[in-house]
């Protein structure tokens, strides 16, 4: 073995040891892995309760069978039939509840024990109408489970109110539904609402069913599903902004993807919370602890529906058999405020989408701040995103004026590049290049200067992107001629829809493009003509504007409000600029600068140093 193959050998061995290093999992991925184990240990462990679902579920499969139109005869003995114990609880007449503050109002139905609708006080929808976030008997919320091999779903089972006249306090609100099995034994939902919160508590209980509920699992499923209600003017844009979110346990925050017709996926780690959002407001099941696993689903509604998706979830809540038992839940009902939300502590201020990276960072520690700020003092909103984009274009004011100096520069020195690219023909592309980066240097003048100024502003323009339409504040707050900031402001309701446009004129969309398309053509002229070297560059620049009309067009017009108001003051300060920028006064400099010896980069320094240390020679200037 000679010496290559044994140094071969060793690099070999040795990036075997480099990479098992590098692919060496981080605590959090052992975590995580761990979590995934103890979800299938689960999900092995409930294989028998699996089992007897699909042996019962040719006899017992439809607990639902209405049982009121049979003769009196006949009901007894078909609710034995199907529930078993439960067979007292299978009839009853629907009543209901009402948990209510200054914030929310609460309905509870004595059919399922569940939550039967709740509206928000302060908030009303597009109509003007009150905003009920769900309602009616299509909700399922409830435990499914088996008993003496007969499937039981709580949701179609009556409760009963735990006193009823007396769960009113002076400070908070309290009420208990109970599932009676027998003496001393019953399965209960307890509702308690605190003054001034949009947070509603939820025990659930089991008392001394351990003898009821079958023996050989290990787990409940809890069912929850409603439709959700079209609240906002733009209907499509509202759907394309509402999805279901859920949390981790200790870990990150996901959703499925808003667009897609029908979504769903299997969480087999294990959940603190599930979120049915909307745009501006949601519905969030949180646990104590956790829920060890599930399963949710999100099918979008056609478009002549009243509805806008169908939000399902399956969540296993644990059970051991012991007697008592009790599992803390909460249930939060409110907007989608990012101050509210992030209260609490539960990582809940994900469900405002801000962006990510630089994006949520310049939302969540400048934007909003200074949004609030304006807003404790100041009504008008349409006034807070004036003062907002002036404060930012105050901030920007010292890039806008290094952009604007950069691209000067470039324009005194178009004559010099038109002979440069004389001398050299198109053939020698490389060395025509060379030939005019030497000239820039040569004039300290930096060809990128113009362009990264306009790079570093990128960051704002898409933030704000994501900060109006998920800005709840707008929600419902006129402007000038715009009657809601959060959504489109249509001037003119077009008979027919064309494609990616929509059937409606918003006038501050139209206003935004057109600026747009005057601020593009004012810049083109500031600039270097680069036509000759770039023909379809000119027209290119007209593009995006144009396709601005129709992205923005069902957009929040405060969106496109805010990019009137950049692309006007841009102008201003353009004007400004150019009263103090004198092109002689440039060509002067530049002709100073290009007197004085260049100066070598450090970079450039050391090689020089190495090669005179090599003993090279640099050749001649």
């Given at each position: 073995?000679?010496?290559?193959?044994?140094?071969?050998?060793?690099l070999?061995?040795?990036?075997?040891?480099?990479?098992?290093?590098?692919?060496?999992?981080?605590?959090?991925?052992?975590?995580?892995?761990?979590?995934?184990?103890?979800?299938?240990a689960?999900?092995?462990?409930?294989?028998?309760?699996?089992?007897?679902?699909?042996?019962?579920?040719?006899?017992?499969?439809?607990?639902?069978?209405?049982?009121?139109?049979?003769?009196?005869?006949?009901?007894?003995?078909?609710?034995?039939?199907?529930?078993?114990?439960?067979?007292?609880?299978?009839?009853?007449?629907?009543?209901?509840?009402?948990?209510?503050?200054?914030?929310?109002?609460?309905?509870?139905?004595?059919?399922?024990?569940?939550?039967?609708?709740?509206?928000?006080?302060?908030?009303?929808?597009?109509?003007?109408?009150?905003?009920?976030?769900?309602?009616?008997?299509?909700?399922?919320?409830?435990?499914?489970?088996?008993?003496?091999?007969?499937?039981?779903?709580?949701?179609?089972?009556?409760?009963?109110?735990?006193?009823?006249?007396?769960?009113?306090?002076?400070?908070?609100?309290?009420i208990?539904?109970?599932?009676?099995?027998?003496?001393?034994?019953?399965?209960e939902?307890?509702?308690?609402?605190?003054?001034?919160?949009?947070?509603?508590?939820?025990?659930?209980?089991?008392?001394?069913?351990?003898?009821?509920?079958?023996?050989?699992?290990n787990?409940?499923?809890?069912?929850?599903?409603?439709?959700?209600?079209?609240?906002?003017?733009?209907?499509?844009?509202?759907?394309?902004?509402?999805?279901?979110?859920?949390?981790?346990?200790?870990?990150?925050?996901?959703?499925?993807?808003?667009?897609?017709?029908?979504?769903?996926?299997?969480?087999?780690?294990?959940?603190?919370?599930?979120?049915?959002?909307?745009?501006?407001?949601?519905?969030?099941?949180?646990a104590?602890?956790?829920?060890?696993?599930?399963?949710?689903?999100?099918?979008?509604?056609?478009?002549?529906?009243?509805?806008?998706?169908?939000?399902?979830?399956?969540l296993?809540?644990?059970?051991?058999?012991?007697?008592?038992?009790?599992?803390?839940?909460?249930?939060?009902?409110?907007?989608?405020?990012?101050?509210?939300?992030?209260?609490?502590?539960l990582?809940?201020?994900?469900?405002?989408?801000?962006g990510?990276?630089?994006?949520?960072?310049?939302?969540?520690?400048?934007?909003?701040?200074?949004?609030?700020?304006?807003?404790?003092?100041?009504?008008?909103?349409?006034?807070?995103?004036?003062?907002?984009?002036?404060?930012?274009?105050?901030?920007?004011?010292?890039?806008?004026?290094?952009?604007?100096l950069?691209?000067?520069?470039?324009?005194?020195?178009?004559?010099?590049?038109?002979?440069?690219?004389?001398?050299?023909?198109?053939?020698?592309?490389?060395?025509?290049?060379?030939?005019?980066?030497?000239?820039?240097?040569?004039?300290?003048?930096?060809p990128?200067?113009?362009?990264?100024?306009?790079?570093?502003?990128?960051?704002?323009?898409?933030?704000?992107?994501?900060?109006?339409?998920?800005?709840?504040?707008?929600?419902?707050?006129?402007?000038?001629?715009?009657?809601?900031?959060?959504?489109?402001?249509?001037i003119?309701?077009?008979?027919?829809?064309?494609?990616?446009?929509?059937?409606?004129?918003?006038?501050?969309?139209?206003?935004?493009?057109?600026?747009?398309?005057?601020?593009?053509?004012?810049?083109?002229?500031?600039?270097?003509?680069?036509?000759?070297?770039?023909?379809?560059?000119?027209?290119?620049?007209?593009?995006?504007?144009?396709?601005?009309?129709?992205?923005?067009?069902?957009?929040?017009?405060?969106?496109?409000?805010?990019?009137?108001?950049?692309?006007?003051?841009?102008?201003?300060?353009?004007?400004?600029?150019?009263?103090?920028?004198?092109?002689?006064?440039?060509?002067?400099?530049?002709?100073?600068?290009?007197?004085?010896?260049?100066?070598?980069s450090?970079?450039?320094?050391?090689?020089?140093?190495?090669?005179?240390?090599?003993?090279?020679?640099?050749?001649?200037?």
């Open positions: 073995m000679d010496r290559k193959q044994i140094l071969g050998i060793v070999i061995f040795l990036i075997i040891i480099g990479y098992g290093i590098i692919s060496q999992p981080s605590k959090k991925e052992l975590e995580r892995n761990r979590r995934i184990r103890d979800s299938i689960t999900v092995l462990a409930s294989k028998k309760t699996d089992t007897l679902e699909k042996k019962t579920k040719n006899t017992a499969t439809d607990t639902t069978v209405s049982i009121k139109n049979l003769p009196d005869s006949l009901k007894q003995k078909k609710a034995v039939g199907l529930y078993g114990v439960f067979a007292g609880a299978a009839t009853g007449t629907k009543q209901f509840y009402t948990l209510e503050n200054e914030l929310v109002k609460i309905s509870i139905s004595s059919l399922g024990g569940r939550i039967y609708s709740v509206e928000l006080k302060k908030y009303k929808n597009f109509k003007n109408e009150p905003l009920i976030l769900f309602d009616g008997d299509s909700i399922v919320f409830g435990f499914d489970f088996f008993s003496s091999n007969k499937r039981i779903s709580t949701n179609d089972l009556y409760f009963s109110a735990l006193q009823p006249a007396d769960y009113k306090t002076d400070n908070n609100q309290k208990s539904m109970r599932l009676n099995v027998g003496e001393d034994k019953y399965l939902y307890v509702y308690s609402l605190e003054p001034g919160s949009y947070m509603v508590g939820f025990d659930f209980n089991l008392h001394n069913m351990n003898d009821v509920i079958a023996s050989n699992i787990y409940l499923s809890l069912n929850w599903s409603y439709s959700v209600k079209n609240q906002e003017k733009g209907r499509q844009f509202e759907r394309d902004n509402s999805s279901i979110y859920y949390k981790f346990f200790e870990d990150e925050v996901n959703n499925l993807n808003e667009r897609s017709e029908k979504a769903q996926e299997k969480l087999v780690t294990q959940i603190k919370w599930i979120a049915f959002k909307q745009q501006f407001f949601s519905s969030v099941l949180i104590g602890q956790s829920f060890l696993n599930g399963e949710i689903k999100s099918q979008r509604r056609s478009d002549t529906n009243p509805y806008l998706k169908d939000y399902s979830a399956q296993s809540i644990p059970y051991d058999g012991r007697p008592l038992l009790s599992f803390p839940m909460k249930f939060y009902f409110g907007p989608n405020s990012y101050k509210t939300l992030k209260s609490f502590n990582d809940l201020e994900k469900l405002v989408p801000l990510w990276g630089i994006f949520g960072w310049i939302n969540r520690w400048v934007v909003i701040p200074t949004f609030n700020l304006l807003g404790s003092f100041i009504s008008n909103f349409g006034i807070i995103i004036l003062i907002l984009t002036l404060l930012l274009k105050l901030v920007l004011f010292p890039l806008t004026y290094k952009s604007y950069s691209t000067a520069k470039m324009r005194v020195l178009k004559p010099e590049v038109d002979e440069i690219n004389k001398k050299f023909p198109k053939e020698k592309a490389l060395e025509r290049q060379q030939a005019v980066m030497a000239m820039y240097k040569k004039a300290g003048v930096n990128l200067g113009g362009c990264l100024p306009v790079a570093l502003q990128m960051p704002i323009l898409i933030a704000m992107f994501r900060f109006f339409p998920t800005s709840i504040e707008l929600r419902h707050q006129p402007f000038l001629w715009a009657n809601d900031l959060s959504s489109y402001d249509s003119i309701n077009l008979p027919f829809n064309i494609p990616w446009y929509g059937n409606h004129v918003s006038l501050f969309c139209l206003l935004m493009t057109i600026s747009t398309i005057i601020y593009t053509r004012i810049s083109q002229g500031q600039m270097a003509d680069t036509s000759s070297q770039m023909p379809g560059m000119k027209w290119m620049m007209y593009f995006f504007p144009v396709m601005m009309l129709f992205w923005f067009n069902s957009y929040a017009s405060g969106l496109s409000y805010y990019y009137l108001l950049a692309n006007l003051m841009s102008f201003g300060q353009m004007a400004i600029i150019k009263r103090f920028v004198d092109d002689d006064e440039i060509m002067r400099r530049i002709h100073e600068n290009k007197k004085k010896p260049v100066k070598k450090n970079f450039q320094a050391r090689l020089e140093k190495m090669a005179k240390e090599r003993g090279y020679k640099m050749p001649k200037k």
